[in-house]
């Protein structure tokens, strides 16, 4: 089983500034990896799949990068809607789809 | 639009199945685009995915609950649904219906509280 460790755990970041999450695989996953928001009280919402590509009706201010065990998501410019848990997810080596344990971003 | 709304009960005792549907609206769960999947979440904790489901009956399930577990779809009502035995309160979580396009889970449902209790 793929195991995915997200860091920080914790992330506070002053409006406006940039936010940079990351995930580490225990093995490659390729670009098999999806970015999942969720905030508080609601279902996760799908950002970014393919490592890369933003999900339908995602703001440009998303971007994902990365490939083989090494994967960062970015927030250029951090709204205040943004604070919820991100988490990621490999689909490379499944069953099972495996998900990160999640970084919780604060607004400072 | 796509919804999706897990249905249940929220209470179930030790050692008893939960059991849960997931109803599809706004679009076929015969499309031959997408699986259909299971996901929970413990409260306060991470997500974990339990089982996927194609409209054609192909199953996949996550092997550390594979034993307990069964998915199943219902084309007819356009719905598909979970079963899992031998519950205890670790199994306590919020459960999630979700659409799978690809491998990504692009549609979820509200999620359902499932508490494990005498």
């Known amino acids: 089983e793929v195991v995915l460790t997200q860091s920080p755990a914790t992330l506070s970041v002053s409006p406006g500034e940039r936010a940079t999450l990351s995930c580490r695989a225990s093995?490659?996953?390729?670009?098999?990896l999806a970015w999942y928001q969720q905030k508080p009280g609601q279902a996760p919402r799908l950002l970014i799949y393919g490592a890369s590509t933003r999900a339908t009706g995602i703001p440009a201010r998303f971007s994902g990068s990365g490939s083989g065990t090494e994967f960062t998501l970015t927030i250029s410019s951090l709204q205040s809607e943004d604070v919820a848990v991100y988490y990621c997810?490999?689909?490379?080596?499944?069953?099972?789809?495996?998900f990160g344990q999640g970084t919780k971003l604060e607004i400072k | 639009q796509l919804q999706l709304q897990e249905s249940g009960p929220g209470l179930v005792k030790p050692s008893e199945t939960l059991s849960l549907s997931c109803s599809v609206s706004?679009?076929?769960?015969?499309?031959?685009?997408?699986?259909w999947g299971w996901i929970r979440q413990p409260p306060g904790k991470g997500l974990q995915w339990i089982a996927s489901?194609?409209?054609?009956?192909?199953?996949y399930y996550n092997p550390s609950l594979k034993s307990r577990v069964t998915i199943s779809v219902d084309t007819s009502k356009n719905q598909f649904s979970l079963k899992m035995n031998s519950v205890t309160a670790a199994d306590t979580a919020l459960y999630y219906c979700?659409?799978?396009?690809?491998?990504?889970?692009?549609?979820w449902g509200l999620g359902t509280l499932v508490t494990v209790s005498s």
């Open positions: 997810q490999q689909y490379d080596n499944w069953p099972p789809y495996t």
């Open positions: 979700a659409r799978q396009t690809l491998y990504q889970l692009d549609v």
């Open positions: 093995q490659s996953v390729n670009s098999n």
């Open positions: 489901i194609y409209y054609r009956g192909s199953t």
């Open positions: 706004g679009g076929s769960i015969s499309n031959t685009n997408h699986y």
